[in-house]
């Protein structure tokens, strides 16, 4: 079955710097790549998604890259706020013939 | 804008009892899933349903497990006998279509003392 490994596990960065956050996957099969953010006793919210027909795809200071062929994916912040301070947690599947299988998420933590 | 929604937000219970999590999906959504999130660790998928029967489930997803869609509106996660290791946040998620995004509820905190 599939398997997500996401990287790193914590990230603090100063405010206006960028953050990256990267996954990669094993399954080939998989074609759809959701971003989730979680804010503190939250639902997990759909941030970002790609699907596998497109390498990138940008949403204000968002922006989400995948690469096919090496099997790996990375969501960009540019600009970071503190509002962007959240567990983020990649997920691939194959356009729903395969359940979401998420990584272990990444604490984003960005300083005043 | 419609949101899934979840009851009880939180639940305590004495392992070996019964509960149920109830959620009612975005209204013409179709495609229905639970997932469980151990606190500190990743989301786990259990289960996804889809006209009156399960899709497909995780190793997770055991004989302590039953999901139903009761009425039209509620979508309900039965576990038959809770243990400690049950303790956990339930998710519940609805998509439109098979492979749409997936849109999550706030959650039911279990506690299994």
């Known amino acids: 079955g599939e398997n997500v490994e996401q990287h790193p596990s914590t990230l603090s960065v100063q405010e206006g710097d960028s953050a990256v956050i990267k996954c990669t996957y094993s399954d080939s099969a998989s074609n759809y790549f959701p971003w989730y953010k979680q804010e503190l006793g939250k639902r997990p919210q759909l941030i970002i998604d790609?699907?596998?027909?497109?390498g990138e795809k940008k949403d204000q200071r968002i922006a989400v890259t995948l690469n096919k062929t090496a099997k790996h994916f990375s969501l960009h912040i540019t600009e970071t706020q503190p509002e962007d301070s959240a567990v983020y947690f990649c997920?691939?599947?194959?356009?729903?013939?395969?359940?979401?299988?998420f990584g272990k998420g990444t604490r984003l933590s960005v300083i005043a | 804008e419609p949101e899934v929604t979840q009851t009880p937000s939180h639940q305590v219970t004495q392992m070996g009892q019964e509960v149920i999590l109830r959620c009612v999906p975005i209204s013409n959504h179709l495609y229905f899933y639970w997932y469980r999130q151990i606190l500190g660790q990743k989301v786990e998928f259990l289960v996804s349903?889809?006209?009156?029967?399960?899709?497909?489930k995780s190793e997770i997803f055991d004989d302590q497990f039953s999901v139903e869609r009761p009425d039209g509106s509620n979508f309900t996660l039965k576990i038959r006998s809770t243990k400690l290791e049950d303790s956990a946040m339930y998710f519940c998620?609805?998509?439109?279509?098979?492979?749409?995004?997936?849109?999550f509820g706030p959650g039911t905190r279990l506690l299994v003392l």
């Open positions: 997920a691939a599947s194959d356009s729903g013939n395969t359940p979401l299988v």
């Open positions: 998620a609805s998509s439109e279509r098979r492979g749409g995004t997936q849109y």
């Open positions: 349903f889809y006209n009156n029967e399960i899709s497909e």
């Open positions: 790609i699907r596998s027909n497109v």
